[in-house]
């Protein structure tokens, strides 16, 4: 039996490699979402919790045509967290989302692998202006996407929690 190759996009910074989930990132993202830290993005989680997670990624590329893709960090080929756009059905629209490990912030890669996605999204998927969820305990967060030109929109809820609604400035698209 081979395994299904789905066409998400390979994407590229001057550091990073933005691309699909993967088998081999369930291992990391098991232990990522066995912390606390991982409370501000739906953890902590068990091993399967993680997999029905990872399995979610690329059923959500399938029906959307986007996703989120797996940050690597080209020097070391670490995975080291993931950002794109996310939208189910508690969403008011698609959502820029980014996430990284413990070891990979300050480092300026949140901010360089949320542009490239940002970017794409606006020129590829016809998502611009879009919209990022930020738990009010999520300062770094916060800090990340006034970086980005996001501003505080309103108050909000997702999933039965507050949170502030941020709304991205429209992009100039490159193709």
Known sequence: MTALTLPIPVLETDRLILRAPQLDDLKPMAAFF?????????????????????VSRLGHWVLNGYGLWHIVEKSTSAFIGWTGMIFAPAWDEPELGWTLFEGAEGKGYAFEAATAARTYAAGHQNMNGVISYIAHANTRSMALAERLGARFEREAELMGKRCQLWRHPIVEATT
Do not use: F
Not at 36 to 48: F, L, N
């Open 34 to 54: 066995e912390t606390t830290r991982s409370h501000m993005v739906g953890g902590p989680r068990d091993a399967m919790g993680s997999y029905t997670s990872l």
